[in-house]
């Protein structure tokens, strides 16, 4: 799918630094000419007359093909955008269901409250009573989100039977979309700065922004002063130009995150837009103004990019990146009303009724009772607003994984995390302690997210194991979930992350896996988008070999292809192991040093056996942890694994799972966006949906979450109602999309963890 030319308006870097760069302004030819420049970026192996022809019918169609104003160019193409994705039924907003998944990568590079302003230009009721229409349509429309679902009777039906969704997998500081973030930052630069000093210096934020060809800090600060210098000279021209009404006063209340009122920030920003549009339809002779309120839309764009997950963003690390560049920090901090109320209506229609909020503990019991205690206030005021009484939210605390600071010196891996995690538990049992005597919010379950590659379950289960009988000795249930098989050199490694999250946390019935898309993804795609090859440290494919090894041997395994491999695995473990370990010992030995990794490493060599031993160095001995790490080039393509092998190794997995009965958490949007998808129709969901499962192996039940909503422009109606296209680009007929959405909704009601 290639998205619209128009939609690429406000990724127009060229534009930005010609603003920023020149005295003269760019002309309507120039800034289509890089729009082309860009489109073509994203598809080079097509010839020019492709794009040529695509664009011409484009611009002919959005009535710009010979357009020399920019005040029409702007105002044409963003209601062409209007028109191409939004409908309006019985006085609500709606994303055409059959333009949903094109929307999904519009919203990602242009954030949606301007194009659904430009929605309302020709209303007939704002030409007959601003005042009126504000009251009466921008302000419930734009009361909590510009986060549109799409018009879909049928789910909305099935939501009102089940009495609303559940999400199973949110983080509550990733959810704040664009257009609430922006007012925010634009209104306060200089407290805003002080969360971009904190975290510009790391090297992580520094490849995001070199990355989307982002400025310096100091100049980013400048140009989000010059975005409110732009700001207010526009509200003057529009405040001084007698036959347009305003509502908007001095004191524009859409920039101060303090003084949200009855007047929703959203609806005051989309009635803004609005009346700059008209105001360069009615006046177009005004040129300065049209660059003025372009170039603050492109520092939108540029702001929005360092928000929101883009399409060409693969992988868990360039997630990461967003959640650490302090882009969203301030805002998420506080304002947890407003985020409850984004995560729960949709043009008055509410379709959340249990929330999972994951939040990351601290050091300490005081700041974890500040951290609970402003989710615990906002969602109470969000509940006592909305009348929402019949809301419930239920707290999981997610460990964050690291990578060791030390991977080769003589002491214990991951040392210091470990002594981290500790602390971490011993503040939070203290909090779960005070919050069940308080009868408040409790905390139901504990995860572990963040890159896997960086940590695995080894380095969690002694606490998790801890934690969990903490509570149970005082009668409490302390579910588990773990983000495993999300992200991964090899598909391997992922699955064996989420066979070490199952074992070495000894997790039960009722707990559940993040993510899991090792298990799921088709071995043909993933070699494909690898290119054949991938490199790996010695020990992980090691690991990866004994994980596999032991898999193959269980009595439940029913394929004979397999068992004919364990000859070939045998030797290549036998050989590695000597690598690394510089000695000889038995599969059955190392199976049993692997499985071990679940317990506290003691740094006592004394009278151990040789299981015992080969624990104590893969922990302690600095020789074998540098051989550990050394990195090796696998050729996938040429393996002897065949990808009918893999998929057979990856339903050994779920079946395994499945029989523990462990659910797997699907955000579809987060692991498109993350994982080797292109789109959300290569996601691996119809193969877990298949009930003919072959030689009777078991699926796990599946649920659904979110993720972050706020980084992937979606919530959990979104989440359904895409999860419900795909079925239906799979050949799903109606009765059979239908049940299949009902199950998933009955599944997750039920796989909640209760107290």
Known sequence: MRLPFISYLLCNQWALNFYEHNVENPSVEDIKRHLYTLVRRFDMYKPDYCFDDDMNEEMQDVGVRDEHSLSLFLVKSLKWLAKRYLLYLKGRIYVKKEMLEEWMEVVTVFPPLVIEAAFFLDNEQLALDETAFFRNVLRPLFANTAIRRPYHRNLEKLVEEATGLSDLHIHINGTSETDMIWWSQIGEVDIWSSSFDEVWGYSEVNRQREQLSEVPLSEYKKRLRDGKKLLNDILKELTACENLKMLFKTNYKFLHPKSLDETPRLALGAYFYIKVLQFLVYLEHKKETSHKFYHLLLILGSVHRMIVQQKWQKGFLQFQMITENGYRWRHEEKNYESRFAQLSYDNGFRFLRYIEGRFSPKLTFEENMALVNGISKGFKTFKTKNNADDVDLRLIAHFIKMKDRYPNYHFCRHRDLRVMNHKKALALNQMGMYLEQQKRINIVGIDAAANEMDAGPEVFAPTFH??????????????????????????????????????????????????????????????????????????????????????????????????????????????????????????????????????????????????????????????????????????????????????????????????????????????????????????????????????????????????????????????????????????????????????????????????
């Open 466 to 755: 801890w934690l969990r009988e903490k509570w149970r000795k005082r009668n409490r249930d302390l579910h588990f979930t773990f983000h495993a098989g999300e992200d991964f050199r090899h598909i391997f490694s992922g699955l064996r992350m989420m066979v070490e999250a199952v074992d070495f946390l000894e997790m039960e019935q009722g707990d559940r896996i993040g993510h899991g898309t090792a298990a799921g993804i088709s071995p043909q795609l993933w070699m494909d988008r690898m290119d054949g090859s991938v490199k790996i440290r010695k020990g992980e494919w090691l690991d990866d070999l004994v994980m596999v090894h032991e898999l193959i041997l269980r009595q439940s395994n029913p394929y004979a292809d397999l068992v004919e491999l364990l000859p070939r695995i045998h030797a290549e473990i036998m050989d590695l192991f000597h690598e690394i370990y510089d000695d000889n010992n038995s599969v059955s030995d190392m199976v049993k040093a692997w499985q071990m990794r679940r317990h506290e490493p003691k740094a006592d060599r004394k009278d151990k056996s040789r299981v015992e031993r080969m624990f104590w160095d893969y922990h302690f001995n600095s020789n074998v942890k540098k051989r550990y790490n050394q990195m090796m080039s696998l050729r996938i393509r040429q393996s002897y694994f065949s990808t009918t092998h893999i998929e057979h190794l990856q339903n050994l997995v779920l079946d395994y799972i499945a029989h523990k009965d462990i659910a797997i958490e699907v955000p579809l949007s987060s692991n498109v966006a993350i994982s080797f998808y292109n789109s959300a129709n290569e996601h691996h969901l119809q193969r877990w949906m298949d009930d003919s499962s072959e030689n009777d192996l078991l699926i796990p039940p599946i649920v659904v979450g979110t993720d972050d909503p706020g980084i992937f422009m979606t919530n959990i109606y979104i989440e359904y109602a895409r999860i419900s296209s795909y079925l239906e680009s799979h050949g799903y007929g109606f009765n059979a999309r239908v049940e299949a959405i009902k199950n998933m909704i009955k599944t997750s009601n039920y796989y909640y963890f209760k107290e």
